[in-house]
């Protein structure tokens, strides 16, 4: 069965500070995908990135970056100077297109991150 | 603009009752889902749909329906059977199904039953 958890229910910091959220996982099989989504106060979940079980390259994008380490089944998700916009739910998710057609995901519980001015 | 709207933004319903909640989307997706989310909790999965006229029971089914007569559109009625239906309820889509596809998700509808 295929697993998600975020130990990190919420995090606190104050705006400039970096921030890293963790996600690890479990699956048995050997193609997957994992996703990060951000959920803010508005509801709507925005897409943030895809990363598949055989590209284990980190991967930045302006602020965000990401390191996806394979041997301990972790996907992080770091904040750089984070800013009070950044304030919201965050939920890492696993796909596991192997043993589902649909590409059903599982999601993690999600980690609040609230960042002060 | 391209999107998923979902209708209304707050719900309430008398115990008993059934209610419907809408999702349209004007992407061209053929996949389309239903999530439930709890306090503290990550989104679980009620019903998927593929194409139309076709739909699959997620994780948690039991107590809601849905159709999918338009390629556009994926309503979720949550009848009186579903024991604990105060929930913030989200539609998404997918131009796929299978596991490489990102999901893009609507605004969402709090239900809260009275």
């Known amino acids: 069965a295929q697993k998600v958890t975020q130990a990190q229910t919420e995090i606190s910091v104050v705006e400039k500070e970096d921030v890293t959220l963790d996600c690890v996982y479990e699956?048995?099989?050997?193609?997957?995908?994992l996703f990060w989504y951000k959920q803010p106060p508005s509801g709507e979940l925005v897409f943030l990135i895809r990363?598949?079980?055989?590209?284990?390259q980190n991967e930045i994008s302006g602020r965000y970056s990401w390191n996806f380490q394979k041997s301990t089944s972790s996907f992080n998700f770091t904040i750089t100077a984070s800013q009070v916009v950044d304030s919201a739910v965050y939920f890492c998710?696993?796909?596991?297109?192997?043993?589902?057609?649909?590409?059903?995901?599982?999601f993690g519980q999600g980690t609040i991150l609230t960042v002060h001015p | 603009d391209g999107g998923i709207t979902q209708s209304p933004k707050y719900l309430f319903r008398k115990e008993g009752q059934n209610v419907t909640l809408s999702c349209e989307q004007n992407?061209?997706?053929?996949?389309m889902y239903w999530y439930r989310q709890d306090p503290g909790q990550g989104l679980r999965l009620i019903y998927y749909?593929?194409?139309?006229?076709?739909?699959q029971k997620g994780d948690i089914a039991e107590g809601y329906s849905v159709s999918r007569e338009k390629k556009e559109s994926f309503p979720l009625t949550v009848t009186s059977a579903q024991k604990n239906p105060t929930a913030f309820y989200l539609c998404?889509?997918?131009?796929?199904?299978?596991?490489?596809?990102?999901?893009?998700f609507g605004p969402g509808t709090r239900l809260t039953v009275l």
């Open positions: 998404a889509s997918s131009t796929r199904t299978g596991g490489y596809n990102e999901q893009f």
């Open positions: 699956t048995r099989d050997t193609t997957y995908y």
């Open positions: 990363r598949n079980s055989f590209d284990e």
């Open positions: 998710a696993l796909s596991d297109p192997a043993s589902t057609s649909y590409g059903k995901l599982t």
């Open positions: 992407l061209n997706h053929d996949a």
């Open positions: 749909s593929q194409i139309v006229n076709d739909f």
